[in-house]
T-cell receptor, first 112, second 115 residues
Framework: QKEVEQDPGPLSVPEGAIVSLNCTYS??????FMWYRQYSRKGPELLMY????GNKEDGRFTAQVDKSSKYISLFIRDSQPSDSATYLC????????????FGDGTTLTVKP | NAGVTQTPKFRVLKTGQSMTLLCAQD?????MYWYRQDPGMGLRLIHY???????AKGEVPDGYNVSRLKKQNFLLGLESAAPSQTSVYFC??????????????FGPGTRLTVL
């Protein structure tokens, strides 16, 4: 079993919909939770990260972490066609280890 | 700043040929990584480096070698390419901080085909 499991998708929604992207994990030692966005034929880019439990908002994006359930989510409000991409969750420890564990990604298509 | 750059962008090899992929970063990051990405399999870590002169194996190191002679450069070598190494290769770097998030900056990728 993988340490990080991500909803495989693909996900297709109409423009303006609220999107929920989710990951579960098994290692309770993870402290940092990242979301990356990867456009087709490009490298991943960091969207946002959170530390421990709670919510973090950045514009239309909200990252949520529930450490008790080992579950993280990324919500996208008022989704736009430009949000069409693959979204990767990643997690790391609270040490100088410098290595993240990635989910396999969920591909999102927002239709105009 | 150029960020993370990768050379070359595309390459076609024949089975048994060798090649080196170059990754360069201008952010003074300590940590550098090489991943491969295959359809349906996400990012898989090949090798990584926590500083100049150091390297370590990742999840799928077989068939690859790396070197980090300079802090800004991380080289990935394929000594004898195999069709199973056909993939998209990404380099990434991150700034190490005690107790900080491992936020990685990725290059644009190298698409390698081994015939």
């Amino acid at each position: 079993q993988k340490e990080v499991e991500q909803d495989p998708g693909p996900l297709s929604v109409p423009e303006g919909a609220i999107v929920s992207l989710n990951c579960t994990y098994s290692n309770s030692a993870f402290q940092y939770f990242m979301w990356y966005r990867q456009y087709s034929r490009k490298g991943p880019e960091l969207l946002m990260y959170t530390y421990s439990s709670g919510n973090k908002e950045d514009g239309r994006f909200t990252a949520q972490v529930d450490k008790s359930s080992k579950y993280i989510s990324l919500f996208i409000r008022d989704s736009q066609p430009s949000d069409s991409a693959t979204y990767l969750c990643a997690m790391s420890f609270n040490t100088n280890a410098g290595k993240s564990t990635f989910g396999d990604g969920t591909t999102l298509t927002v239709k105009p | 700043n150029a960020g993370v750059t990768q050379t070359p962008k595309f390459r076609v090899l024949k089975t048994g040929q060798s090649m080196t992929l170059l990754c360069a970063q201008d952010m003074n990051h300590e940590y550098m990584y090489w991943y491969r990405q295959d359809p349906g399999m996400g990012l898989r870590l090949i090798h990584y480096s926590v500083g100049e002169g150091t390297t370590a194996k990742g999840e799928v190191p077989d068939g690859y070698n790396v070197s980090r002679l300079k802090k800004q450069n991380f080289l990935l070598g394929l000594e004898s390419a195999a069709p199973s190494q056909t993939s998209v290769y990404f380099c990434a770097s991150s700034y190490s901080t005690a107790g900080g998030a491992d936020t990685q900056y990725f290059g644009p990728g190298t698409r390698l085909t081994v015939l």
